[in-house]
């Protein structure tokens, strides 16, 4: 008998044919002029399913690009549901001239295998599909040992604008105990982590109007209300001196993180001036007071001006008093917060926050997208940490993510805790040129992934049995 | 003999025949299609001097639109010198649709006369013509009581790009002991005043660079400086609760409003709810506490945000903490205040709120425009109230002006009290469609005209003999 590392690593060969293949598909979502390519690679992605013993595999149209479905039972009636979510569209390529070697022509230098959609999502795709033949070639077993239903949409990448619609109409098709998502990454190569949470997002325009005309500031200037002025105060008021969000009622339904939570960030080998210097090119980190970066990032609530814009500002000067000002904002959300719960409370602040001869007009952005977190003490996370673990051979700690797309709508849709399986790096460079993945991070995937059914159906793990 | 009221009366058709004759030339300057007319419009006045009586009568070259100037001594030696100062270039005359009559063909409606530069200037310069003449004739002099120096500029309504270099070039010849400016107007035809002020200016753009690009707020969101957040609490900080310039130092140098002049301006018959309603177009007064609108327009310093932008300002959402935000500022200036003293001011107050991981960049706008202020107790202003007293037959008030053009730089340039004297009205409709002079208050501007210079000469007036 063969364990799931010894299949893993005696079938490579399977893994990267298929990368070869699949990545050669450009399914550039964003690009109508791919729209033939999004649907071969749907079609490409249905066929490997069959091939690997998927008995049900449906290609889904939405009105966009086409999801593919694949559903293997378990032979065990009892077994947990599990949906498993991907997307096999990629981000577009541009600027193509940066690129070392051609996007769609998979190239491997050294453990590394550059393409578009490498990393993001396909080769992570693959990883399941790995997993799944040594899940079933270390355990004997016909059938995997939870019932498995893959939803892979087509549509990620352009800001899944059908996807909220298909979970609906497909909701008794998918029925899950357990979602989980294969589309994000850990915290380093060397420090595995499994994501725990990712914030939500609602936002809003503010306009102020105040003089029916930009005014001459030497006639009117200093005795009628600029809604400039009156914007940039409401502004300052967002925020306290703490750097805590000064909405009354903001906070009022935040969770609490977690204090088990906040020391496996504090585990994390986070080097605050290199990401300074890299990824947020910035001088300095700020924000609220008592908590770390991380947590600000990933698990506090925020509210942040996009945008504002008034009067005059072409070159020169031009001294008026302006007619109107504008500012966009949005809110980042964590567990407990819903963007319509925020609206009241936004339109409150900004009615105290009007001065007289200002009209202000709120421009609600939507319930928006809905935080998503898995709970700390859920069994399927745990589970998922022991796949984890028995993979990577050292402990696995938690991340979070701060924002979030489609993952929401899984859990909101399909009332179902959402756990999270994706070995990126964030160097894989996964919306820029020479996207890479790791291929001994995908053989993790795919050992943790072989693990991972078996762990969600043993006694202590399976929601559907308790 | 005749008086001087009697002469204006008696030869109004000399002053309706050169109104006629003078505001057919269009002189716009401010279109260089119009630059022919523009110069037309200088060699009639030089002719209307010079058939007046004027001795000296030169039309003066700048680099952009020409100036005329014309001198006609007074017989005595210790006379007073006075230069008047106007202009001679017109408006544009956009919308031309909503002319009733055409701007360029003079045409009187009752008391009215409706043309382009009817008011502003042309009409009031021609009440000086008339004026001397009836001064002459009332007087049974051969020259004027006073040395007349008029320089009569061409590019007031192009922003005076070329004025305070001619003022520099031409100081010897001018050398005045009093400036008459004749370009302002009246609070109301039955409220006659004489303007004692107007603010000077200047400014600056605030540029605050926080990320070196624009970063994903849902990633960085809540832990990096947002630099329109920075920007919003630092102009949130330019005014304090009471509406007063919070910038340390920025009233230090303020000459205080003397009792008499607001006393004078609360006699005023002003009108708030029609001044919001009307030209304000707005639905509160506010600004500085413990001063009247009127006051705040008029006689107070200001700081007025003019535009601000920064982040993404298009249709819909981008979650972005920007990269850079910026804000155009400008300061109007009363007696006492110079913007160069400003400067290090506004330098410090940004500093102090300038928050970490935010670089700021001030743009200082030059020294700007002085303002410009007569003194209350001016002997001068007592002449020219007495002569307009004596014309309108009714007590005259002060007035001011929130804003100023070239007559800063005649004060600054050539270093004498500037007097204001100028019979406009509200609602001339001096830079809009269907621009009118009414026909009597240019009758009452040349009988003023024509006591000033016996006013101005008599010993406790005339400041040359003091």
Redesign the interface.
């Known amino acids: 008998m063969t364990t799931e590392r010894q299949y893993v690593e005696a079938h490579r060969d399977l893994l990267h044919a298929d990368l070869d293949g699949w990545l050669r598909i450009p399914s550039i979502s964003a690009d109508p002029a791919h729209a033939a390519d999004v649907r071969a690679s749907a079609e490409w992605l249905a066929a490997a399913f069959r091939r690997d013993g998927f008995p049900t595999v449906e290609v889904w149209e939405t009105p966009g690009a086409p999801a593919v479905f694949a559903e293997w039972p378990a032979a065990e009636p009892g077994a947990p549901v599990v949906v498993v979510y991907g997307h096999h569209d990629v981000q577009p390529v541009d600027p193509i001239e940066k690129w070392t070697t051609p996007p769609f022509e998979p190239t491997v230098r050294g453990e590394e295998l550059f393409a578009r959609g490498a990393a993001d999502d396909k080769g992570q795709l693959l990883f399941h599909l790995h997993g799944l033949r040594a899940h079933l070639a270390a355990t004997g077993r016909d059938t995997p040992a939870v019932t498995l239903r893959f939803l892979i949409e087509g549509e990620e990448e352009s800001g899944s604008p059908h996807f909220a619609d298909l979970l609906r109409a497909r909701r008794d098709r998918l029925a899950p105990d357990i979602v989980v998502v294969t589309d994000t990454g850990v915290f380093a190569r060397d420090f595995p982590t499994t994501t725990v949470g990712m914030?939500g997002?609602t936002?809003c325009?503010i306009d102020f109007h105040?003089?029916?005309?930009d005014?001459?500031?030497?006639?009117?200037?200093?005795?009628?209300?600029?809604p400039?002025?009156a914007?940039?105060?409401?502004?300052?008021?967002?925020?306290d001196e703490d750097g805590r969000v000064a909405i009354p009622g903001f906070y009022d339904r935040v969770a609490p993180l977690a204090d088990s939570e906040r020391t496996a960030y504090g585990n994390l080998p986070f080097d605050e001036a290199a990401w300074?210097a890299g990824?947020?090119?910035?001088?300095?980190?700020?924000?609220?007071a008592g908590y770390t970066?991380l947590e600000?990032?990933w698990a506090?609530?925020?509210a942040?001006?996009?945008?504002?814009?008034?009067?005059?500002?072409g070159p020169g000067?031009?001294?008026?008093?302006?007619?109107d000002?504008?500012?966009?904002l949005?809110f980042?959300l964590v567990s407990g917060q819903r963007g319509g719960d925020l609206r009241p409370l936004v339109e409150r602040w900004l009615a105290e926050h009007t001065?007289?001869?200002?009209?202000a007009t709120l421009h609600w952005?939507g319930d928006g997208v809905a935080p998503v977190t898995t709970p700390i003490d859920s069994p399927a996370l745990a589970a998922l940490v022991r796949s984890m673990e028995r993979s990577f051979g050292q402990p696995v700690g938690y991340s979070r993510?701060?924002?979030?797309g489609p993952e929401a709508d899984l859990a909101e849709v399909l009332d179902a805790p959402v756990i999270f399986l994706g070995v990126g790096l964030p160097d894989d460079a996964i919306h820029s040129p020479n996207e890479r993945v790791v291929l001994p991070m995908l053989e993790r995937g795919a050992e943790a992934a072989a693990y991972l059914w078996s762990e969600l159906a043993s006694p202590g793990a399976n929601p559907s049995a308790s």
């Open positions: 914030r997002l936002g325009q105040g003089p029916d005309v005014l001459h500031s030497g006639s009117f200037g200093g005795a009628v209300p600029n400039l002025t914007l940039a105060r409401l502004l300052a008021a967002l925020h300074l990824p947020a090119h910035s001088r300095a980190a700020t924000g609220e970066t600000r990032i506090r609530p925020t942040e001006v996009n945008g504002m814009w008034g009067g005059y500002t000067h031009k001294t008026i008093v302006p007619a000002a504008s500012a966009k949005s980042r001065p007289a001869g200002i009209t952005g993510e701060g924002g979030s």
